[in-house]
């Protein structure tokens, strides 16, 4: 395996877990938007969404451009994903 699909592999798992992170978010948004405390305190649904709007458009990004390095698109000095 070359090191390029090791660094793409864990960008996707990273992705992933962004992306779980932003739903939660969401979903804790609307939840105290509803009236729900949210662990004994108070949230500001906006902030939550920002989060996870910035979670769900960064994260698809920074994969594209790692992506674009793996597979050599980008010269770097990694070794690229070959077929």
């Not at 949210?38 to 990004?61: K, Y």
């Amino acid at each position: 395996m070359g090191t390029g699909v090791l660094i793409l592999a864990g960008i996707t798992l990273v992705l992933g877990t962004d992306v779980f992170m932003a739903i939660y978010y969401r979903g804790l948004a609307d939840r105290v938007e509803s009236g729900e405390t949210v662990r004994g305190r108070t949230a500001d649904p906006d902030q939550m969404r920002m989060i996870a709007r910035l979670l769900l458009i960064s994260a698809p990004l920074i994969w594209l451009v790692t992506a674009l390095f793996c597979f050599g698109v980008i010269p770097s000095t990694i070794d690229p994903i070959k077929f």
